[in-house]
């Protein structure tokens, strides 16, 4: 199943959150045998003290579970938690697609699914979670970029507020919004930023460039019907008009 052991994924710690014993049992099982450090649970009740009390990087949920509607534990994690997030289905739909990427996860991945899939998925999820050291060591690439009191950390992948107070965002919002201040004011096409902020060729990944954006703008105050940074351009796709400088 694996080729071996990644180095740089050993010390990831991934929750399961599955109520069917034989997909978490395979899940833990896969998981393990490739190096990760996992946790897996039946239902949502302990989710939340182990993402308190547990050094968590990433949660694998189900969507349908016994105690709990996994899109809307995906919303509580989203809002509460730093971590990368993965939705499990049986359901295939395009819109079920969509509504678990606009709760806030990262991927969304359909059953029955192959292990080699699963790891894949994990890697990329967490590839995009982390620090990269070899760019921040580049010594052209700006260590932050801020535009009207925020500042956009690119060593940390953190967004700070005008107050300094770290703002929470998921892996696909920090991509949207690093590939608007490394060129902002320009107008960004819909396929330009599918390129640079999906891993995945979906329809859904498609229409999550325009729910990304809506909550990106929602997290920067940025009204909707009259942004002031991330405009829409008609026929042409989207315009980061902040005036940004390096740090």
């Not at 052991?5 to 991934?14: A, D, G, L, T, V």
């Not at 990944?205 to 940025?222: A, E, H, M, P, V």
Request: include cysteine; proline fraction near 4%.
């Amino acid at each position: 199943m694996s080729r071996g052991r990644n180095s740089s994924f050993m010390s990831k710690h991934i929750l399961v959150v599955e109520d069917d014993d034989g997909v978490r049992s395979a899940l833990q099982r896969w998981l393990t045998s490739d190096g990760f450090r996992v946790t897996a649970v039946g239902d949502g009740r302990r989710v939340a003290e182990l993402l308190s009390s547990e050094d968590i990087d990433l949660v694998i949920v189900d969507i349908c579970l016994p105690d709990t509607d996994g899109l809307r534990l995906t919303t509580q994690i989203r809002e509460d938690h730093d971590v990368g997030i993965i939705i499990l289905s049986g359901r295939s739909d395009l819109m079920d697609r969509v509504v678990g990427l606009e709760m806030g996860a990262d991927d969304y991945l359909t059953k029955p699914f192959e292990p080699r899939e699963v790891l894949a998925r994990v890697r990329s999820v967490l590839r995009r979670i982390r620090v990269p050291a070899a760019k921040s060591a580049e010594p052209t690439t700006p260590a932050a970029y801020k535009f009207d009191g925020w500042m956009v950390d690119i060593t940390s992948h953190t967004l700070f507020d005008p107050t300094g107070v770290p703002t929470a965002l998921t892996s696909g919002e920090y991509q949207l919004l690093e590939a608007f201040v490394t060129h902002a004011n320009r107008v960004l096409s819909r396929d330009q930023l599918i390129e640079w902020t999906s891993v995945h060729d979906s329809p859904a990944f498609d229409r999550s460039i325009d729910t990304r954006i809506g909550r990106l703008r929602k997290k920067l105050n940025d009204q909707p019907r009259e942004p002031r940074y991330i405009k829409t351009v008609r026929n042409g796709g989207y315009l980061f008009a902040a005036k940004v400088t390096s740090a």
